[in-house]
């Protein structure tokens, strides 16, 4: 089974950046479809990026869309995504997972697994 490692998060001012990585150990992420999701105190875990690893297509959450940015490196055993103009909204723990039918478009929370343990990131106003 793929295991998945977040890194990146920590503390920033509003308007900064930030970019997390989401490495794979046991085999690449070539046939795998990567999602992000953040959860934010007292709220429910929520979808925010998501990458295919067949053909690269993207897909965001409204909230993030023109600020962050999810890609993969040519090895195919790390995701990332990169967190522009952060906004103390987006203060939350980020987890990557990835998706059980191999659909890019899926959001929902139930379709993923191998879920990481999370990077904290944390955004001061």
């Known amino acids: 089974q793929v295991q998945l490692v977040e890194s990146g998060g920590g503390l920033v001012q509003a308007g900064d950046s930030l970019r997390l990585s989401c490495a794979a150990s046991?085999?690449?992420?070539?046939?795998?479809?990567v999602g992000w999701f953040r959860q934010a105190p007292r709220k429910e875990r929520a979808f925010v990026a998501s990458?295919?690893?067949?053909?690269?297509?993207?897909y965001y959450a409204d909230s993030v869309k023109g600020r962050f940015t999810v890609s993969r490196d040519n090895a195919k055993t790390t995701v990332y995504l990169q967190m522009n103009s952060l906004k103390p909204e987006d203060t939350a723990v980020y987890f990557c997972?990835?998706?059980?039918?191999?659909?890019?478009?899926?959001?929902?929370?139930?379709?993923?697994?191998?879920w990481g343990q999370g990077t904290q990131v944390t955004v001061s106003s």
């Open positions: 990458i295919s690893g067949i053909n690269g297509n993207t």
């Open positions: 997972a990835l998706e059980r039918s191999g659909n890019p478009a899926n959001r929902r929370e139930r379709d993923f697994d191998s």
């Open positions: 046991g085999r690449t992420l070539t046939n795998y479809v």
